[in-house]
């Protein structure tokens, strides 16, 4: 029997939720914009539908779950829930229709962060199998927290740093940030009523010169960029030209970035770089082996799961934990992990841990079903 008829109705997929102890979250299909444009990252934003109410408010056509989940949670008060969803989402994809079923679970406000991430990962895999989607599967895992403790003893300028966190996620976009930071670039080119405050540092006057072009342009209600997110990338840019990053530094990030290794041996391949390179990364390390430890103890074979250091999803909430499981073909079936910083991006008063996944239950329909 095809996968696609396994989950012909959408009970089936609720049904599976309810086994794994979520609870059923419905979320408008029409969502406001600006917390996917704020906080989502590149990835995202150049890939939701845009609308604007007759108030002006800007909406968008609901891209994916978490960001809504998160903001449902929020004003329901909850200090801790389980989440479980089934519906449809819209975004311009490179291959398949704009259109499609996502499921999922986000797990907030679990205070036991090794036990919540062994779970997510558990659950997705266990999600899987009932389906029949097992031959041939690949589990991938990174870690930002350990990406951003070995940028932290390296030395690099802030501008630097800042440029590689934000490239992880994107190999492409990350190569090409070592690229240009082993040689120094020219300033970008731009109108003189920018470039003054810009190379002065003047972030105020910047951003007093990038509104008024945005308003002469229309653009102010625009959905895209803000004048300070605008101004935030100049910046870097003028503090990066003709700067280059010490050679010997970036060599040790390209070391780690090539750090591949079965789960269960990467916390000794990681004590063995960061002890070899003098990286103070102790307490980064003891949690990336809590977390291997509590994953293996929710059953999931931890030596079949591949520990990628260059490893991340270009989402920028995502703090730590990032993992996704890929068909025999490539294609991404399920992709999760740990955004303990979205809900105070998205207004709450305190920090708040979450972690979560999403299935494409598209791409799982068009994987051959083994038998169960």
Known sequence: MN?????????????ILARLGADRADVPVLQPADPFLDTAGEELRRRIF???????????????????????HLDAGEDKRRYGYVGTVFRQRRAGGNEFLQAGIEDIGETDRH??????????L???????????????????????????????????VVRLSHAFGDRDRLEAALAALATPGAAPEVPADIQEPAEAGDRAALINALNMRLRIAGLEA?????????????????????????NAALDVLRAFLSIRAPLDRAADELAEFAAARGLAMDETLAAFAGREQAIAAAGVDTGAVTYDAAFGRPLDYYTALVYEVAAPDGAVLVGGGRYDRLLTMLGAGEAA????????????AAQPEVER
Not at 115 to 124: F, K, V
């Open 3 to 15: 996968a696609l008829r396994s989950f012909s109705a959408r009970a089936d997929v609720e049904a």
């Open 50 to 72: 845009l609308s604007e109410s007759e108030t002006g408010e800007m909406l968008c056509l609901r891209p994916e779950f978490t960001i809504p989940v998160c903001l449902m």
């Open 115 to 124: 036990a919540a991430d062994a779970r997510s990962l558990a659950d997705a």
């Open 126 to 160: 266990t999600f899987l199998r009932e389906f029949g989607v097992t031959a041939g599967i690949s589990v991938t895992l990174g870690d930002q927290a350990v990406f951003n403790a070995v940028l932290a003893g390296l030395d690099l300028s802030p501008s630097a």
């Open 222 to 246: 625009s959905g895209g960029r803000s004048a300070d997110e605008i101004a935030e990338r100049l910046l870097i840019r003028f503090r990066a030209a003709g700067e280059a990053a010490d």
């Open 353 to 364: 841990p979450g972690v979560g996944f999403s299935v494409w239950l598209d791409r799982i």
